[in-house]
C-alpha cells in the first residue's frame, strides 16, 4: 500500500492544515508510514513565522534530498506559509529544483489533483499551470508549482486525520487583517475569512458524537470572528453555541488580540469561588486566556501595530481577574523590536510585575521580508536584546513558579492526554484552565477526565497523582 509522512512546523492552524493534507492523502488511499526513508510522498507544512523556522525547513530539505536520491520514485510535496513568499519559491526553484511539488495555503483542497500532476499515483488531471506564481514554468519546478495569491472562499467538507480523539482543533476563521509591523502571517495567510456558525458548529457536533470532548476553537484573532447566519454572528455568540454541544466539556480559543477583546467575551468567564459559572459564565469555556502583548511600552506597540495601549491592556487583565479570579493568563514578547530602548525594555518588566502571567512565551525579533518593521532604521543591537531576553525569561520563569507552587494540595480535574515524557507508567493531562499534570497512573485511558492532586509545582508543569 502506498504511504505518506507528513512534517508540520509552525502553529495550530498549520497543524490543523495537516490534519486536512494526511485526511485527503488517506481518502486517496495512502497510509500513514512509520518514517521518512519508507513513504511514497513526503510532505512538508512549513512556517515562516521567524527565522529559525526558515532554517530549520532548508535544514529539514537536506535530509529529504538523501531520500529522493535514493528512492528517485518518492514524491516530495513542500508547502504552508513558507510557499506564499516568491523569494522562497525562486530559492528551491534554483537550489532544489529535484522537489516535485510546491503548494500554498489557499488550495490544500486541491492536494489530489496538484499531486497527480506531481507524478503521485493518483488519477491524472491537468496541471494547474495557471495557479503558479511566476517562478512555475521556469528552471527546475515546471509545472510543480501551485500557490495562489489569495483564498476565493473556504472550502468546507474537506476530510481529516485527527490527531487525537479526545481533543480537537476547530478552525471558525482563516487570514489576518491586522499587519502588526512585524509579522508575516497577513501576507502569507491572506484576508481575514470566518466560517459559517452552522459549518462550525457541524464539526463540532461530529467530534462530540465520536468521542471529542475538549475543542480549541482557531484563529489568527478569534475576538474578529465575523460569521454570518441569516445575520451576523459575533465570537461570543458562537462560544456560546460551542458551549451547548452536548458531549463537549471543554471549549478553549486561541488566539485573542487584546484590541478587539470585548466585554462579552469576558462576561463569558465569569466564575464563582468554587468555580463553577456565574452570571453570563459558560459551564465548559476553560478558565484560561491566551492574550499577547509583545512588549508593554506604548510607544513600541504604536510602532508594532498593536492599537492597544500599555494601560488599556492591564485594564484588560483586571476585567479578567474580575471575571474569574483564578483566570490563567499567558501571552507572548517580543524582545529587540526596532528602536526598543533600554527604558521600553523597562515598561516591558514593569508590565510582568503588573500582571504576573502564568506562562510566557518569548521571541527575539526576527526581521521578516516584506513587513514594514523589516526596513526600519534602528535595528536593535543582537547582544543588547540578547541581554533583554536573558533578563526576561528568567524573571518570567520565577513568576510562574512562585504561582504555580500556590497550586500545590488542590485537587483538579485532569484530562489526560497519554503517556508522560517524565518516565516509565507516567501519565501527562491537562487541568481544565490548561495547566499541564504528570502523574503515576494505570487503568486511566487518553480522554479520561480524572481527579488529580497536585504535589509538586515546576516552571512548567506540575507533578500530581491520583485521588481514589
Ligand atoms: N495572531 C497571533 C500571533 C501569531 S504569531 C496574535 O496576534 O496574537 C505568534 C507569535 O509569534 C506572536 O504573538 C509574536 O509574539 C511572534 N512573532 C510574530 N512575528 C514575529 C517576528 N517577526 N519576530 C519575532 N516574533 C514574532
Ligand atoms: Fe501577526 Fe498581528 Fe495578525 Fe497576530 S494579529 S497574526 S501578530 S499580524
Ligand atoms: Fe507560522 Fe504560518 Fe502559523 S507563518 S505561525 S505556520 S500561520
Not at 48 to 70: I, Y
Not at 98 to 104: A, E, K, P, T
Not at 138 to 164: D, F, T, W
Amino acid at each position: 500500500m502506498a504511504s505518506y509522512w507528513i512534517e508540520t512546523m509552525g502553529c495550530q492552524m498549520n497543524e490543523r492544515d495537516s490534519e486536512t493534507i494526511a485526511g485527503l492523502l488517506e481518502r486517496e488511499g495512502y497510509a500513514r508510514a512509520a518514517a521518512a526513508d519508507a513513504a511514497d510522498v513526503l510532505v512538508v507544512n512549513t512556517c515562516s513565522v521567524r527565522e529559525n523556522a526558515d532554517n530549520r525547513f532548508f535544514g529539514l530539505l537536506g535530509h529529504l534530498k538523501a531520500v529522493k536520491d535514493a528512492r528517485p520514485e518518492a514524491v516530495v510535496a513542500v508547502c504552508g506559509c513558507m510557499m506564499q513568499q516568491a523569494h522562497i519559491v525562486e530559492r528551491i526553484r534554483e537550489k532544489h529544483g529535484w522537489v516535485d511539488l510546491v503548494f500554498g495555503t489557499h488550495n490544500i483542497h486541491e492536494l489530489p489533483e496538484m499531486l497527480a500532476a506531481a507524478g503521485g499515483r493518483m488519477p491524472p488531471l491537468h496541471p494547474n499551470e495557471a495557479a503558479g506564481d511566476g517562478a512555475a514554468g521556469r528552471g527546475g519546478l515546471r509545472g510543480k508549482v501551485h500557490v495562489r495569491a489569495a483564498r476565493e472562499a473556504i472550502v468546507e467538507g474537506l476530510p481529516a486525520r485527527r490527531a487525537y480523539g479526545f481533543k480537537a482543533y476547530v478552525n471558525i476563521m482563516v487570514g489576518c487583517n491586522n499587519f502588526c509591523s512585524y509579522c508575516i502571517v497577513p501576507y502569507v495567510r491572506g484576508r481575514e475569512m470566518s466560517r459559517e456558525p452552522e459549518a462550525v458548529l457541524d464539526e463540532v457536533r461530529a467530534l462530540a458524537e465520536s468521542g471529542t470532548k475538549e475543542v480549541m476553537l482557531l484563529g489568527q484573532n478569534v475576538n474578529s470572528y465575523a460569521g454570518f447566519s441569516g445575520r451576523s454572528v459575533s465570537f461570543p455568540e458562537l462560544l456560546r453555541a460551542v458551549d451547548a454541544v452536548p458531549g463537549i466539556e471543554r471549549v478553549r480559543f486561541m488566539t485573542s488580540h487584546p484590541k478587539d477583546l470585548s466585554e462579552d467575551l469576558i462576561a463569558l468567564f465569569e466564575r464563582g469561588a468554587g468555580g463553577a459559572a456565574r452570571g453570563r459564565g459558560l459551564a465548559h469555556l476553560c478558565p484560561s486566556i491566551h492574550l499577547p502583548v509583545q512588549a508593554g511600552s506604548s510607544r513600541v506597540l504604536a510602532r508594532m501595530n498593536r492599537r492597544y495601549t500599555k494601560e488599556a491592556y492591564l485594564r484588560l487583565v483586571e476585567k479578567l481577574r474580575a471575571a474569574n479570579p483564578e483566570i490563567v493568563i499567558t501571552t507572548d514578547f517580543i524582545v529587540g523590536f526596532p528602536g526598543e530602548t533600554e527604558d521600553d525594555f523597562a515598561e516591558t518588566m514593569d508590565l510582568i510585575e503588573r500582571v504576573r502571567y502564568d506562562a510566557a512565551f518569548t521571541f527575539l525579533y526576527s526581521p521578516r521580508e516584506g513587513t514594514p518593521a523589516a526596513a526600519y532604521p534602528d535595528q536593535v543591537d543582537e547582544a543588547a536584546a540578547h541581554a533583554r531576553f536573558d533578563r526576561m525569561v528568567a524573571r518570567l520563569n520565577e513568576i510562574s513558579l512562585e504561582k504555580n507552587r500556590r497550586l500545590v494540595g488542590r485537587v483538579e480535574q485532569v484530562l489526560v492526554e497519554g503517556p508522560a515524557r517524565t518516565g516509565e507508567g507516567m501519565l501527562a493531562g491537562r487541568t481544565f484552565s490548561g495547566r499541564l499534570v504528570n502523574f503515576p497512573g494505570e487503568k486511566v485511558a487518553p480522554g479520561d477526565i480524572v481527579a488529580v492532586r497536585i504535589t509538586d509545582a515546576k516552571t512548567f508543569s506540575f507533578g500530581g497523582e491520583l485521588v481514589e
